[in-house]
């Protein structure tokens, strides 16, 4: 059962235009969440994080909103570049339960 | 970049035959964990390790061991492989406890025909 969700398999995206990118979770437990970027042949790497007691954190051009109530979590890429284009997953993570869930990932591509 | 490094890169083998595989870092990070990754699936967690000589289960450990005889060195082994198992694995550290923030190595693709 898949507790992390990426419901997306793609989105393409106007160069210059705001990507968004969306993750839903089933475990209320959940108190950390992670977006990870995957380019083809390589290994995923870290973008962004948010803890549960924060609705928001901003990194540059990347910005993650957490809701949890809604058990929903969202990347921001402003503006978006086609070196952005690439798989991002999103995952959660439970305090103590050293295993990170993943979601299935999406497709984001960036058009010039 | 962290070190992390993964061997073979690229392996076919055949249903019933064992495999290793290898990862390798330079990090002297404590904590490196063995991740697949499937369509459909995302990455899920096989293993992992939390110093030498102690490791535990994941999610989806049936099938596989692991061996962590050095700080550097993370092994992981289908004793009979089996389609199944045709993945991409991924090795990943991190220094702390909780995952959080795990560094990924380049992943190896592994085809049981």
């Known amino acids: 059962d898949q507790q992390v969700k990426q419901n997306s398999p793609s989105l393409s995206v106007q160069e210059g235009r705001i990507s968004i990118l969306n993750c839903d979770y089933t475990?209320?437990?959940?108190?950390?969440f992670l977006w990870y970027k995957k380019y083809p042949a390589e290994g995923p790497t870290f973008l962004i994080s948010?803890?549960?007691?924060?609705d928001k954190n901003e990194d540059g051009r990347f910005t993650v909103f957490l809701n949890k109530s809604a058990k929903h979590l969202s990347l921001h890429i402003v503006p978006s570049q086609p070196g952005d284009s690439a798989v991002y997953f999103c995952?959660?993570?439970?305090?103590?339960?050293?295993?990170?869930?993943f979601g299935t990932g999406t497709r984001l591509t960036v058009i010039p | 970049d962290a070190g992390i490094t993964q061997s073979p890169r690229h392996k076919v083998t055949e249903t019933g035959t064992p495999v290793t595989l290898r990862c390798h870092q330079t990090e002297n990070h404590r904590y490196m964990y063995w991740y697949r990754q499937d369509p459909g699936h995302g990455l899920r967690l096989i293993h992992y390790?939390?110093?030498?000589?102690?490791?535990d289960k994941g999610e989806v450990s049936d099938g596989y061991s692991v061996s962590r005889s050095k700080t550097e060195d993370f092994l992981l082994t289908l004793e009979s492989a089996t389609s199944s198992q045709t993945s991409v694995y991924f090795c990943?550290?991190?220094?702390?406890?909780?995952?959080?923030?795990?560094?990924f190595g380049p992943g190896t693709r592994l085809t049981v025909t």
């Open positions: 948010i803890s549960s007691i924060k």
């Open positions: 390790s939390y110093g030498v000589k102690d490791t």
């Open positions: 995952a959660a993570d439970q305090t103590g339960a050293n295993n990170l869930f």
């Open positions: 990943a550290i991190s220094e702390l406890l909780d995952s959080y923030e795990q560094y």
């Open positions: 475990n209320s437990m959940f108190d950390y």
